[in-house]
């Protein structure tokens, strides 16, 4: 058997997020069918990370073996003339044995992408939270900074999440803004469910004025999720990349 890690990228409007669901369009299922043809059956995939239903990726990362014999090469081409143009394999590597993609996995990064301008253009609606209303992006950064280093993050974690723990570390926290597009960057040992999200949108009532710099430690410290904004929606999010 040989171990592949790839690379992958996909627009998740059309998904029902990443992981199989039964009866649901998901990257899973349409990656597995791709691989049905080398081996006879279904080979299990497994994700770096689970995405929900509209989020995108950049850099996700996925693992699994195979008894056929394919260079990593030819893998990569015939899984790109295979799957549907809203997922791509952007590298294939052959992998260590005993390689899996979500344990292994050490860190990831995320990218929100807001556009904080009057009007949105079609072209980027379905990558883009369209925010029309003023942002202070300098009391943004402010309150992204607050959440650097290691901390129980159960203020912003979506109920229905299957952890052992909801301490994570996030190494980087960032905010900017080029003209009316406003991006925020994060990174860390690992995140729960809607934690970006939900980062997000007390972020964007921090920047819109409606609650005070103070109130990101405040979340943070109370462990409590009603105290955090609501959540941002999901087409503004892509996971950018998997550390190992």
């Given at each position: 058997?040989?171990?592949?890690?790839?690379?992958?990228?996909?627009?998740g409007?059309?998904?029902?997020?990443?992981?199989?669901?039964?009866?649901?369009?998901?990257?899973?299922?349409?990656?597995?069918?791709?691989?049905?043809?080398f081996?006879?059956?279904?080979?299990?995939?497994?994700?770096?990370?689970?995405?929900?239903?509209?989020?995108?990726?950049a850099?996700?990362?996925?693992?699994?073996?195979?008894?056929?014999?394919?260079?990593?090469?030819?893998?990569?081409r015939?899984?790109?003339?295979?799957?549907?143009?809203d997922?791509?394999?952007?590298?294939?590597e052959?992998?260590?044995?005993?390689?899996?993609?979500?344990?292994?996995?050490?860190?990831?990064?995320?990218?929100?992408?807001?556009?904080?301008?009057?009007?949105?253009?079609?072209q980027?609606?379905?990558?883009?939270?369209?925010?029309?209303?003023?942002?202070?992006?300098?009391?943004m950064?402010?309150?992204?900074?607050?959440?650097?280093?290691?901390?129980?993050?159960?203020?912003?974690q979506?109920?229905?999440?299957?952890?052992?723990?909801?301490?994570r570390?996030?190494f980087?926290?960032?905010?900017?803004?080029?003209?009316?597009?406003?991006?925020?960057?994060?990174?860390?040992?690992?995140?729960?469910?809607?934690m970006?999200?939900?980062?997000?949108?007390?972020?964007?009532?921090?920047?819109?004025?409606?609650?005070?710099?103070e109130?990101?430690?405040?979340?943070?410290?109370?462990?409590?999720?009603s105290?955090?904004?609501a959540t941002?929606?999901?087409r503004?999010?892509?996971?950018?990349?998997?550390?190992?």
């Amino acid at each position: 058997m040989s171990t592949f890690k790839l690379t992958i990228a996909y627009d998740g409007t059309a998904f029902a997020g990443s992981q199989m669901q039964r009866g649901q369009r998901t990257v899973q299922s349409v990656i597995e069918d791709a691989l049905n043809p080398f081996e006879g059956r279904r080979v299990v995939v497994h994700f770096a990370g689970r995405t929900d239903a509209g989020v995108h990726a950049a850099g996700q990362v996925i693992s699994f073996s195979l008894s056929a014999t394919i260079s990593a090469h030819s893998l990569q081409r015939a899984l790109n003339v295979t799957l549907p143009e809203d997922v791509r394999v952007m590298q294939v590597e052959e992998a260590a044995e005993g390689f899996n993609a979500r344990f292994d996995a050490r860190s990831k990064a995320y990218r929100y992408q807001i556009f904080n301008g009057a009007v949105l253009a079609p072209q980027i609606r379905l990558f883009t939270w369209h925010v029309p209303q003023p942002l202070d992006t300098a009391r943004m950064s402010e309150a992204a900074s607050v959440l650097l280093g290691e901390y129980d993050f159960s203020g912003f974690q979506a109920a229905g999440g299957d952890v052992i723990t909801n301490r994570r570390e996030i190494f980087e926290s960032r905010v900017g803004r080029d003209v009316d597009v406003i991006t925020y960057d994060v990174a860390a040992s690992g995140f729960l469910r809607h934690m970006v999200r939900n980062i997000v949108g007390t972020l964007v009532d921090i920047g819109r004025g409606r609650r005070p710099i103070e109130d990101m430690r405040r979340v943070l410290e109370s462990r409590d999720r009603s105290k955090a904004s609501a959540t941002a929606p999901a087409r503004g999010l892509t996971l950018m990349s998997v550390g190992y």
